[in-house]
Structure formats: structure tokens, C-alpha cells
């Protein structure tokens, strides 16, 4: 499988510019930029399909039906082996 190669031009901060080209300087330094927008991505991606998930639980109490502090207490005992 071949590639496609982008070529994506970002403004940083100077002295975040020098650290990286200090802490990489024998490294291929597109590849670790690469796998830190790949990491970005995902983390974006799992935050929205959490928020999503969090936003149908919430959808779905509003229909569930209010069981007292009592009956749950009754159903764990009903239920236990």
C-alpha cells in the first residue's frame, strides 16, 4: 500500500519549536509529528463517542421508570443465588 503524503504547515511557539528540534534532533521528525495528529485524533474521536454515550444514558433516564431505594433492595435480595 502506498501512502499519500501531505504537506500541512502549522504556526508554533518559538521556544516549543527549538524543544522539539532539541528532543528529536535524530529522529524523522514528520513521522513523530504523524503519530502525535494520529494520537490527537483518536483522543478526540474516543471524547466524542463518550460525550455521544454520555448524552443517550441521560436521554434514556428520562423515560426509565423511578424504582425506590426499597424495591431495588428487594430485587438484589430476590435475585441473589
Known amino acids: 500500500m502506498v501512502l499519500k503524503m501531505a504537506t500541512v504547515n502549522f504556526s508554533v ?3 516549543v ?3 522539539f528540534n532539541t528532543t528529536f534532533c535524530k529522529e524523522n521528525k514528520s513521522a513523530i509529528i504523524a503519530a502525535l495528529m494520529r494520537e490527537a485524533v483518536d483522543r478526540a474521536q474516543r471524547k466524542d463517542r463518550a ?6 444514558i441521560l436521554e ?5 421508570p ?4 426499597a424495591e431495588c433492595r428487594e430485587a ?3 435475585d441473589r443465588p
Request: aromatic content about 0%; glycine content about 0%.
Open 13 to 15: 511557539p518559538e521556544d
Open 17 to 19: 519549536k527549538v524543544a
Open 51 to 56: 460525550r455521544q454515550a454520555a448524552t443517550r
Open 60 to 64: 434514556r433516564r428520562e423515560s426509565a
Open 66 to 69: 423511578i424504582v425506590s431505594t
Open 76 to 78: 438484589r435480595e430476590r
